[in-house]
């Protein structure tokens, strides 16, 4: 199964990057400056997990990948977005992420601030354009992009952040450690298979099902980065490991112990599978790669 | 005229506020802080000018100003974003506006990073579920989307934030005050009145026109923004004047001085009022409101 799912997600990386390459502006003029700096996150080596979770779940029920591609483009971009500003001062304050210096690091606060703020706004370009385009159903659309903002706003992501930084120094209590894990990953991951079903035209029943099986790998997916940041190697992780329990966040393995965690994790990705019960041999990636996710090692 | 155009603004403000009451969340639950930051901003007294130019837009082709409020609401939350992260301690760094205390004076800077996210992210919520309503036709209405992503976005007021921040304490050059103008205001304000008239089903000819009315006022508003800076009194501002001077800011007057910029003004809200020539008299109110933009006091 690993090395099937591997070569999957290399496969549909390599999609995801030639996509992004293709939609994503050149540097020039007088903001050249805040271009560079969306392409420098943005281009950093991330896993491109949440637009090939969009892929997926549009060839689980017959889709195509390249069909959902600008929509899991606009996935990624918010995803990139979102770790600008958590690196940032204010928030997280992190110096390092995969390996390189974070973008306020390298450009400075104030087109940090603004370059995550343009990837946002760009995610939402390359969702209507696809529409414009003419290439997909505008009732299915607008319902994705809806979904999409609701993941990544007050109510999914945004929310979460708010809730991990409040939380800082504060008891530990499972019902702060489960909103955050369920806001700040669960949300996004969970959208971005949703959508790709949606897209491809699954039904409502479909539509449910993947989205209990995205919650669950979300979850999951969480829960293996609070381990990674204990257990962890720094230099695969591109940051210091640790750093969580420094800095008095409220995780998964300090709220529960990392026997436990590893035990709802388990859960999780059964029920993840089990969610797929109705989907045939297309499902086989998805279901592979809920297995996957809790063996990363970065 | 001037009686005429302050009624109508106020009609259509209080349509704005208690639209903009009805769509945004009361703050609950655990990330309450972030919507209670949301709010602060977004109802601390704006003169909701992009809305009202919205409406304005729909009504001039013969379009109501209640159906486009969900859009016109979402370019108001768009701006409030955008005030936000202008007023930051990495950007402006400014304390007050509106005479109240910026947001991040208010709830810290995380906080007020996120809740201008949240904001962002909320507007393009309010626009996908007004076409999942079914109250708009849905390419016009991703059309509308596109056009305020660009104008929000990289390509417009984020780009004109980056230049007006970078340009600071340099050479008073007449190109960048001009690129600073078209995209960290003129960009949106544009974009407001198009997509009104968009949205009210004009014609190809009746957008491009009412595009070059939104660029000219949009233009005219800046320097007034930039004038008043000088010129206007603190008291009614909400904020200190001279600001802009004292960071070495790249302004109309200071790149043109006053008299010069006075002159654009005025000719710019004659090429407003020129491109509605076509329109007949529901377009009253805007060329009302080009002429009113120069006389504002703050």
Redesign the interface.
């Known amino acids: 199964m690993s090395r099937r799912i591997e070569d999957y997600l290399e496969e549909r990386k390599i999609l995801v990057e030639r996509a992004l390459e293709k939609f994503m502006?050149r540097p020039s003029?007088?903001?050249g400056?805040?271009?560079r700096a969306?392409n420098y996150t943005l281009f950093a080596g991330g896993k491109r997990i949440r637009p090939v979770l969009c892929m997926a779940g549009a060839e689980a029920v017959g889709g195509s990948a390249d069909h959902v591609l600008p929509v899991a483009c606009a996935i990624e971009l918010i995803h990139s977005?979102s770790l600008i500003?958590d690196d940032?001062p204010?928030?997280d304050d992190d110096d390092f992420r995969r390996g390189k210096l974070t973008n306020h690091k390298v450009f400075?606060?104030?087109?940090a601030?603004?370059a995550?703020?343009?990837l946002?706004?760009?995610a939402?370009?390359l969702m209507?354009?696809y529409?414009?385009e003419g290439k997909v159903e505008?009732?299915a659309?607008?319902?994705v992009?809806?979904l999409i903002?609701?993941a990544?706003?007050?109510q999914g992501m945004?929310?979460?952040?708010?809730?991990d930084?409040?939380s800082e120094g504060k008891d530990q209590d499972p019902?702060?450690v489960e909103?955050i894990h369920t806001?700040k990953t669960g949300a996004l991951i969970a959208a971005s298979v949703t959508a790709g079903v949606i897209l491809a035209g699954g039904n409502e029943e479909e539509v449910k099902s993947i989205n209990t099986y995205g919650q669950q790998i979300g979850l999951a997916f969480q829960i293996a980065d609070d381990i990674l940041n204990i257990e962890g190697n720094s230099s695969m992780m591109g940051k210091e490991i640790g750093g969580d329990e420094e800095r008095g966040k409220i995780t998964y393995p300090s709220v529960f112990g990392i026997t436990q965690s590893k035990q709802v994790q388990r859960e999780s990705i059964d029920h993840a599978i089990e969610a797929l019960n109705s989907f045939d041999e297309r499902a086989e990636p998805l279901r592979d790669l809920a297995r996957y996710i809790i063996k990363r090692k970065a």
Do not use: C, W
């Open positions: 502006p003029g007088l903001a400056d805040v271009i969306m977005y500003h940032l204010a928030l400075g606060e104030a087109i601030i603004l995550g703020d343009g946002l706004t760009l939402f370009n209507t354009r529409g414009l505008k009732k659309l607008l319902r992009i809806d903002a609701s990544a706003g007050y945004v929310g979460g952040q708010v809730v930084i409040s019902t702060v909103y806001h």
